[in-house]
């Protein structure tokens, strides 16, 4: 039987804060974190922003969780800022603060050492697309619809679209969605290259599990070596990037997962990978 643990995030050093913005649940190694404001959308605010990192923390440290997925409540996976709080709350130097923080959570998404899936359940707008362009892999539901929207605003992107966007979908897809502000359906932006996958509503979270079951077969260890290479292959010229797999592999040579999965091959079973 899945071994399934639902949990709110407590209060702690590291966040403390109301917690219920943002519910975790571990379901066979894959932490889902449920962004939880769905009467706002799950816009983001500076108390959704520890909650998802101490979140993060949380699955960093337990080695028995291989993925993570980001979803949301509700109609929304989420619409960006959250302009209430902007307007009436932060003020400028408090808006600069919270878009400093907005950009470290979505490089730290980024650049987070186990692959992170994002299940879009529904509108992904705004800082709700950036959180996705940081994600590795991405489902979505039929039914959501994907668009920047700050220019709807007269706001500029300040989580990484304008840089992370174009660089997915190519230039003049990107541009489209910034300048006019559009909302679109999920199947468009698997045919752009944004979305994995797209699934029927009521299938989102098994397809997305399927997923998460799938990685949590591999190795810990090769997962987090695969997705540098992709990452950092991705700033450098080709030649380089070749250079830097190969040194890889060299490396990875000496790995227990890499000798545990040949001795597997060899004795036809499933392998038994611990990440080292």
């Known amino acids: ?35 939880n404001r769905p009467d706002a959308m799950n816009s983001l605010t500076p108390d959704v922003l520890e909650a998802i990192n101490a979140a993060l923390g949380e699955a960093e440290r337990q080695p028995e969780v291989t993925s993570v997925v980001l979803t949301g409540s509700g109609r929304a996976f989420c619409a960006g800022a959250d302009l209430k709080y902007v307007k009436t709350q932060a003020g400028e130097v408090g808006t600069n603060r919270f878009l400093e923080n907005v950009l470290a959570t979505m490089n730290r998404i980024e650049k ?60 003049t897809r990107a541009k489209y969605l910034l300048f006019t502000g559009d909302f679109v359906e999920a199947s468009e932006m698997l045919t752009a290259g944004l979305v994995n996958k797209v699934v029927d509503d009521d299938q989102l979270e098994i397809a997305t599990q399927a997923v998460a079951d799938k990685i949590a077969t591999k190795s810990p260890l090769g ?48 392998p038994r990978f611990t990440g080292r």
């Open 1 to 35: 039987m899945d071994r399934i643990k639902s949990t709110k995030l407590q209060a702690t050093k590291e966040a403390k804060m109301p917690m219920s913005v943002v519910v975790t649940e571990i379901r066979n190694g894959s932490m889902w974190i449920r962004l």
């Open 112 to 171: 987070f050492p186990k692959p992170v899936i994002a299940a879009l359940n529904g509108l992904t707008l705004a800082g709700g697309l950036e959180l996705v362009l940081c994600c590795d892999l991405v489902l979505a539901a039929r039914s959501a619809k994907i668009g920047d929207a700050h220019a709807n605003y007269g706001l500029l992107p300040g989580g990484g679209s304008s840089v992370r966007l174009p660089r997915i979908i190519g230039a």
């Open 223 to 270: 997962l987090r070596r695969m997705k540098a290479l992709v990452d950092d292959g991705l700033q450098q010229s080709v030649d380089t990037a070749l250079r830097l797999e190969l040194l890889a592999c060299e490396v990875h040579q000496h790995s227990a997962d890499l000798h545990e999965g040949l001795a597997a091959f060899t004795e036809k079973r499933a």
